[in-house]
């Protein structure tokens, strides 16, 4: 994912803000996860593992929801 991200500062905007917003910016387009990932090889069979372990808990969750719409 390769994405370059400009953040200009606005018009009388503390540097802090300008921070915050392109640390916003690039957590929302993955680019942190992302280089997170990268500073590890991870085998293909982990890869497979971990999407197989994130979706088991995701149904589970969703399930634990909809039981606890119903009553």
Same mark, same amino acid.
């Given at each position: 994912?390769?994405?370059?991200?400009?953040?200009?500062?606005?018009?009388?905007?503390?540097?802090?803000?300008?921070?915050?917003?392109f640390i916003k910016k690039t957590k929302k387009?993955?680019?942190?996860?992302?280089?997170?990932?990268?500073?590890?090889?991870?085998?293909?069979?982990?890869?497979?593992?971990?999407?197989? &372990? &994130?979706?088991?808990?995701?149904?589970?969750?969703?399930?634990?929801?909809?039981?606890?719409?119903?009553?």
């Open positions: 994912m390769a994405t370059n991200l400009t953040i200009r500062s606005r018009r009388n905007e503390l540097p802090d803000r300008l921070v915050k917003r387009s993955g680019i942190i996860d992302e280089a997170k990932e990268r500073r590890h090889y991870k085998k293909p069979s982990e890869k497979k593992r971990e999407a197989k &372990r &994130r979706a088991i808990a995701r149904q589970k969750k969703e399930e634990a929801k909809r039981k606890k719409n119903r009553g």
